[in-house]
């Protein structure tokens, strides 16, 4: 019987590409990744598992997988399996469909990489989120080609997720003026300067003022709050809106923040103002301060 059970094994290996016997205990022997720590079953729809002569690893994304191979030269690479966007199932990662782009974002990276199983679930999956047909190959070198501008994502997210953890728990009041940033979470400010010190504002005008009051320093990130989410955005690429009837914060003038384009598009048709960056936004904030002392 044992004999039986074993040859049915090595058949369905043969026949699948052995997915059938690494799933069985994939996600048990590899609960998370080995390279950024995250949940692999929370990524059960892009993960990898790579086996070794010496044994097998298992990846939330082709990111992590093409890093996990790059550290590991002096093992012996047997082959490669990922998980079926659709079915979540593993499948040999060199026979598999593979989506590149669209509107997706991906996991680990800017440029996402997706793969399928079946042909007919890549061109639904690119017909309802863009993006094109590629090969294991095309996936694998495109991953390389990124690291460098995903790497750069990743600190980004996680500079800004320090400096959420800081903002208003650290500074509840504006250092200017003693309002409750809380109050006006829509516009208030966090600078973080390259020397390790951080000040929060309630807005602009004060994070101009402090600015102004601490030319012998260089800022290394700057964050506002997203006038719809309230959550801390990059300055810096926030779409912003300059004046309109909504009085702004410490200034007449309004100076409102947005993360997404469209969000910022709706409030000019429903208060006015003008689309602007940040540094004519700054501009303005100066240009103001007078006006407002008069």
Known sequence: MKRNIFFLCVILFHFTGGSVVFAQDDLKRHPSCPFCGMDRRQYAHSRMLIE?????????????????????RDKTLVSMRVADYSTRNLIPAEKAFWVMGGKKAGVMTKRAKWAFKEKGEAERFIKENGGRHAT???????????????????QEKRKAKQMKMMDLKTFPECKYCGMIREKYAHS????????????GTCSVHCLAIDLALNTDKTPKAVMVGDYSSKKLIDAE????????????????????????????????????????NFDEVMKASF????EILR
Do not use: P
């Open 287 to 290: 240009q103001d301060m007078y």
């Open 237 to 276: 690429k926030a779409f912003w809106v300059l004046g309109g009837n909504k009085m702004g914060v410490m200034s007449i003038r309004g100076k409102w923040a947005f993360e997404e384009k469209a969000e910022c598009s709706k409030f000019i048709a429903e208060n006015g103002g003008r689309l602007a």
């Open 188 to 199: 208030r400010a966090l600078i973080e300067y390259d020397e390790g010190t951080a000040v």
């Open 52 to 72: 070794y002569a010496e044994g097998t690893t298992g990846t939330c994304s082709i990111h992590c997988a093409a890093s996990e191979i790059s550290v590991h």
């Open 136 to 154: 294991f190959h095309d996936a694998m070198r495109a991953t390389f080609e990124d690291m460098y501008e995903d790497i750069k994502m990743i």
